[in-house]
Structure formats: C-alpha cells, structure tokens
C-alpha cells in the first residue's frame, strides 16, 4: 500500500506539470493561468509559423544528428575496445570516458568553452554549431558507449570465437555476429543520444555563441516575453508529444524486449 503510494506521488511529481503545460498550450489566455478560461488552437498554429520556433528546431536537429553520429562512431568505438579486448590504463580510461556525464553541465560549459577559447579560436574557428556539435558530443558518447558496452558484456565472446574458427575474416564477424548483435543497443543509444542533445540548454549556452540559437534557448529566451507565453507553451507540448516515440523506443531495445531485432 505504501510502496504505491509512493509511486503514485513520484509520478504525479514527474507527469502533472507536464499535463499542465499540454493544457495550457490551448488556453484562450495569453498569460499563464490555471484553470483555463476556455480552449484555442490558435497558439499551435502561431507556433507552427513562427520563423524563430522554425529556425531554433532547424537548429536544434543539425545540432543533435551532428552530436549523435559522432557519439555512435567513437562511443560504439570505445565500447568494444574496453570490453573485448585489455589493455593499460583501460578502466581509468573508461572512468574518464563517463566522467561528462555526471558532472554539472555548467562545469562542463566552462570547461568547453575555455577549451575551445584556447584551440579552436586561434586557428580561426568562432563559436557556432560546430562547437555546440562538439559539446553535446561529449556527454551523448557516454550514453551510446553504455548501451553498446552493456550488449557486449551480455552477449559475451562466444560467437566471435566460433566465426574466427569457421574462417571467417575480422570484417566478417563484425558485419555477420559482432553488429547484428549491438545492433539494437546501437540504435538505443542514438536515439537517447539525439534526446539529450535536443533538449540540452546549459552546455549550449557556452558553446553556441551570438550566432545561432536552438530551440531550448528560443524557450528560455521568451518564456517572460509579453504575449509569448502561450506558444512556449504550445512548442513545448509538442516536444512532449514528440520524444514519447524515441524514448519509448530506446527503452525497449536497451532492455532486449525486441530480442536484438530492429
């Protein structure tokens, strides 16, 4: 009894304020108001031509497709070279890899932005989306590195050895055994990947500069505008609506529901 109601609040905590902001999204007020006063589409259509929503979500997918395919080359990269093979200094490595993930965007922003300050500056490249590709890059390996590393431990060596055995090449045994079985924890940790990268906010701020704006900053940027309200809310019901599919779909292929298959 106790334990569901525990649960029954944690979910309230997490899935009321979002059932607020879809609600609100079609209140006929322009300010924020609770209950509403009466129902409108007329906030999703604004939302749907508004140039800066349009070019913050542009923004947004170039950011995160940039950051995903990076974290799947290097964190899938990374994750068979720990777990299938030993080396020196591999778990300090591997402690350093996920290290981005645990600590404070705001660190990591600084850190970055110092970075690129001191690198890329001088050779002549200015803050834009590239540098945002690589900041959300950071942290997006981690995940994909966790997902695949997690399917290799579970899988094992055993197939691969029996397919070197049969005769068949390095090549051959990573398209026919090694992919087909990451495949699924692959795909897993893109999706997550491309979720994180989308929604990120801080780590942007210091890497983005004057130049571009993603749709997370588009938010907060005018969240407290006069007469905005009502289509931040609207975008952000959407992005509600929309990453139920993706993360949804991570989930089920990072458990192994869907038996390795995509």
Known sequence: MLLGVAAAIALAFIYVPLIVVLVNSFNVS???SWPPRGFTLTWWDKAIVNTGVRSAVFTSVKAGLGATAIAMLL?????VAVVRYRWFGRDSLSLIVILPIAL???VTGIALNSAFRTVLVPLGISFGLFTVVLG????????????V?????????TLQEASMDLGATTWQTFRFVTFPAVRSALVAGALLSFALSFDEIVVTSFTAGPSIQTLPQWIFNNLFRPN????VNAV????VVLFI????LAQRLSDGSTGGRI
């Open 30 to 32: 322009k300010v924020f």
């Open 75 to 79: 964190g899938s990269m990374f994750s």
């Open 104 to 106: 404070p965007g705001i």
């Open 136 to 147: 959300h890059a950071t942290f997006c390996i981690v995940v994909v590195f966790n997902n």
């Open 149 to 157: 590393a997690a399917r290799l431990r579970r899988t094992g060596r």
């Open 228 to 231: 905005q309200a009502p289509i």
């Open 236 to 239: 952000a019901a959407a992005l």
């Open 245 to 248: 599919v993706p993360v949804y």
